[in-house]
Each structure stands twice: as structure tokens, then as C-alpha cells.
């Protein structure tokens, strides 16, 4: 028998079903609501701690920068304490901060004031302090244009260095050595005028000694407190050449002198002792220096064994321009006589 689709058994079937659906399709919103709150709760969650990890970040990148900022301020101020070589071999690694030293072969200068007791008692302290903190200031400006190793001052003297944390070579670094010695020399010369004018009568006098031999370099003390210096009888022969050497003046071992005799023109001076050097050192006293960038045309030298010949061609008037040449064709000449025969 058919079913009629209208009875009413068949629309409480229907009206059953459809509210299990609804009923389903409730539930399904409901659970959907509640992951939407939950997505919704744990994104402000986590914009709430996004927010307080950039604020943190930032926090951070302040400090960060001030410490920086305080590191710096204090690197300066170190940096004044230490020679820049020095200093930047202590910073990049390349130097480890521990007592250890190494043997190598360095060009040595030391300096002081000529009289510097007596002419200290003549002055007053402020007057004092202003001229030797003139004088240093010069002369370490001096220093670091040549690629010198500030070691220390010591009262009115001062110990300086070529060959180490950085060389250029051993001939090199003595010729960069004596070329610093000579400035330091000429801008005494300027330093003295300037003071005169200022009023003091008897401004400072500089004696330079230099020398080129092996020291043991590095660090010296204990572990809490360390100095980077130089020992060895090669530096107290420097402080003996620079005892013995003229005011405003040079005197430097044959060691150096060899090295640098196509630089300068030297006389020797009577041999000298120093405590720790057995033998008896040739000194030799610094006449003149020629620059190589403004001179080269005007000087002509050449010093070897066998053969020592120097012309100033600034000095050489006509006659002495002809005289100079004919020495120089004769001894020609004879050279070739000599080349000839063997």
C-alpha cells in the first residue's frame, strides 16, 4: 500500500530529522565560534608577546649601544696610555696579553734634556709643565708619523723603538729611526724660538742616541700588571750614546750608521763602553741628512767599500763644478786602466 508523503507520521519523520540536523549543524557553529575565540585569544597572545620581544629588542639595542659608546670612551682613553702599534696589536689578537717576549733585532732610540735638573730649578711648575708637555707633544706627533713604538717617558727622556709589533725591515726601520731623530732635531730648533719669545731664557736642549741591535722585547712584570718594553745592553748602550752625544745633536752606533750612511753625512767620534757591551763601540755623530724627495737631484753620493764620493751640487760654484768633473774624469780614466789590465 502507498504512503502518502503528507500524512502526518511522515512530517514528524521529516521535522525529526531536520531538527537533528539544525541541532548538528549547532553544535558545529558552536565549536566553531569556540576555535574562532580560541584563534582569536591566542593571537593576542601572541601579538601581546611579539610586542614585548621588540620592546625587549629594543631595550637591548639601547644598552647595547651605550655599553659600545662606554667601551669606546674607555679604548681612547686607554689607547692614550699605549703606543698605537701597540694598542692595535692588543685589540685585533694578533698580540696576546701575557708575559712573554721574543728576541729580534730592533733600532733603538733614546733622548733627554740637556741640564734638564738645573733648568727645572730656574723655572716655575706651571711653567715647567707647559713646556716639557710642548716638547713631548712634538716629538710624539714626530714619532708616530715615522712608525716609531712609543715605549715610555722617563722624566725629560724619552724611549722609542723601530722593528716591533711592526717592521719594515731592519734597514728600513733604522733609516725610518734616523729620519725621525733629524726632524725631531729641526722642529727643537723651532720649539727653542718659540720659547724664547714666550719669554723663557734658556729653553730645553735635546741629545738623541740611536742604536741597531737584538733586545728581548714583550711583555715584562706579572700577570695583574705588565709593561711592553725593551731590555738588553743594546738599550743601555743607547742611553750611553745619548749621554755622550752634543746638545741638539745625534750619535748613533756603526751598527746604524751603516745602514743609513747614504742618508746622512757623520764624523766619528771616540769609541764608547756601556754596561753589558763587551766590545768597544764606534759612535758617530750626525752632521747633515738629505731628503730623498727634494735633494735627490741635488746630491750625488756614493759610499762603499773602496769608494767614497759625496757632491753637494748646490755648493759647487763653475770652478768647482770643473774641478769636480775633472777629478771625476781622471779618476775614470784610471778605472779603466785598471779593467784593462785584468
Known amino acids: 500500500m502507498d504512503h502518502d508523503p503528507d500524512s502526518p507520521e511522515q512530517l514528524r519523520n521529516l521535522a525529526a530529522g531536520l531538527e537533528r540536523k539544525v541541532r548538528l549543524l549547532e553544535r558545529k557553529l558552536a565549536r566553531s565560534e569556540q576555535g574562532r575565540v580560541l584563534i582569536e585569544q591566542a593571537k593576542d597572545r601572541f601579538d601581546a608577546l611579539y610586542s614585548n620581544l621588540l620592546n625587549d629588542l629594543a631595550e637591548q639595542r639601547t644598552l647595547l649601544a651605550d655599553k659600545n659608546r662606554t667601551l669606546?670612551?674607555?679604548?681612547?682613553?686607554?689607547a692614550k696610555y699605549l703606543s698605537p702599534q701597540v694598542y692595535q696589536s692588543l685589540f685585533t689578537g694578533r698580540t696576546k696579553a701575557a708575559l712573554e717576549t721574543q728576541?729580534?733585532?730592533l733600532t733603538i732610540f733614546f733622548s733627554d734634556i740637556q741640564d734638564f735638573?738645573?733648568?727645572a730649578e730656574d723655572l716655575q711648575a706651571e711653567d715647567l709643565t707647559y713646556i716639557l708637555n710642548d716638547y713631548f707633544t712634538e716629538m710624539s706627533k714626530l714619532a708616530l708619523e715615522h712608525g716609531a713604538t712609543i715605549d715610555k717617558f722617563i722624566g725629560d727622556a724619552m724611549l722609542m723603538f723601530f722593528g716591533d709589533p711592526e717592521s719594515r725591515g731592519v734597514e728600513e726601520d733604522a733609516r725610518a729611526c734616523v729620519r725621525m731623530a733629524i726632524a725631531m732635531q729641526r722642529r727643537m730648533r723651532d720649539l727653542q724660538a718659540k720659547w724664547r719669545a714666550r719669554g723663557y731664557e734658556k729653553p730645553f736642549h735635546m741629545?738623541?742616541?740611536?742604536?741597531?741591535?737584538y733586545c728581548n722585547v714583550g711583555n715584562f712584570g706579572s700577570p695583574e700588571r705588565m709593561d711592553y718594553t725593551i731590555i738588553g745592553g743594546e738599550v743601555n748602550l743607547t742611553?750611553?750614546?745619548?749621554?755622550a752625544a752634543d746638545p741638539d745633536g745625534i750619535l748613533m752606533a756603526y751598527e746604524t750608521y751603516a745602514l743609513v750612511r747614504d742618508l746622512i753625512d757623520a764624523e766619528e767620534r771616540e769609541a764608547v763602553l756601556a754596561k753589558g757591551i763587551r766590545r768597544e763601540v764606534r759612535?758617530?755623530?750626525v752632521t747633515s741628512i738629505f731628503d730623498e724627495t727634494c735633494d735627490s737631484q741635488q746630491i750625488v753620493r756614493i759610499e762603499e767599500d773602496g769608494v767614497a764620493i759625496r757632491l753637494d751640487l748646490r755648493r759647487l760654484d763653475n770652478e768647482g763644478r770643473d774641478r769636480a768633473l775633472s777629478a771625476l774624469q781622471q779618476a775614470a780614466?784610471?778605472?779603466r786602466g785598471l779593467s784593462g789590465k785584468e
Open 333 to 335: 780614466e784610471r778605472l
Open 103 to 105: 728576541r729580534k733585532k
Open 239 to 243: 742611553a750611553r750614546l745619548q749621554a
Open 283 to 285: 759612535p758617530f755623530a
Open 72 to 78: 669606546e670612551a674607555l679604548s681612547a682613553k686607554l
Open 207 to 213: 741629545r738623541i742616541g740611536v742604536n741597531t741591535g
Open 117 to 119: 735638573t738645573r733648568t
